[in-house]
T-cell receptor, first 112, second 114 residues
């Protein structure tokens, strides 16, 4: 079966520390993958998307970066976190053409 | 650029009653897809319903239905027989073409009053 996994679920990190969030998809190959951020009480902002290994498109210039080292793995990173990086991060993919996204369970990141 | 607007930040409905959430969007495309997503307190995003722009018939999924007005670029969600479990944030979303990026509206927070 096709599933998407995202971890960790919750993360509290100090300002200036590095970040690594991971997302993996099972049961498919060459999926399109997306990273969204949701600030408190607000909508979803697309951060990065990837159509294949090593192919990353950035939507918003910021303190974050993304990588796709394997076909079904999508990683969101930062070298030095800022307070403004706090939020809820969601990974998504589109398992069926034109049927919208399936989302991971999200990571709640608090930068202190 | 495409945009999605939800003019109702918060709404409430009595249990068993009907509520309609509004959404408008801006696009110059003729073919596209529209979605409503639900985000309950668990924050898991759940696809509620989808509409293909080239289909005139409004989509329906059990108690959820949409009123798609292409000329007006309006896509409202009607929830009938509201249940406590319907309390959530609802996001309207737009996608231009296959495998294109999905653009989300700011969301409407729905409360269900027992």
């Amino acid at each position: 079966s096709q599933t998407i996994h995202q971890w960790p679920a919750t993360l509290v990190q100090p300002v200036g520390s590095p970040l690594s969030l991971e997302c993996t998809v099972e049961g498919t190959s060459n999926p399109n993958l997306y990273w969204y951020r949701q600030a408190a009480g607000r909508g979803l902002q697309l951060l990065f998307y990837s159509v294949g290994i090593g192919q990353i498109s950035s939507e918003v210039p910021q303190n974050l970066s993304a990588s796709r080292p394997q076909d079904r793995q999508f990683i969101l990173s930062s070298k030095k976190l800022l307070l403004s990086d706090s939020g809820f991060y969601l990974c998504a993919w589109d398992p069926i053409l034109n049927y919208g996204y399936t989302f991971g369970s999200g990571t709640r990141l608090t930068v202190v | 650029a495409q945009t999605v607007t939800q003019s109702q930040p918060e709404m409430s409905v009595q249990e068993a009653e009907t509520v309609t959430l509004s959404c408008t969007y801006d696009t110059s495309e003729s073919d596209y897809y529209l979605f409503w997503y639900k985000q309950p307190p668990s924050r898991q995003m759940i696809l509620v319903i989808r509409q293909e722009a080239y289909k005139q018939q409004n989509a329906t999924e059990n108690r959820f239905s949409v009123n798609f007005q292409k000329a007006a670029k309006s896509f409202s969600l009607k929830i009938s027989d509201s249940q406590l479990g319907d309390a959530a944030m609802y996001f309207c979303a737009y996608m231009k073409t296959s495998y294109d990026k999905v653009i989300f509206g700011p969301g409407t927070s729905l409360s269900v009053i027992p």
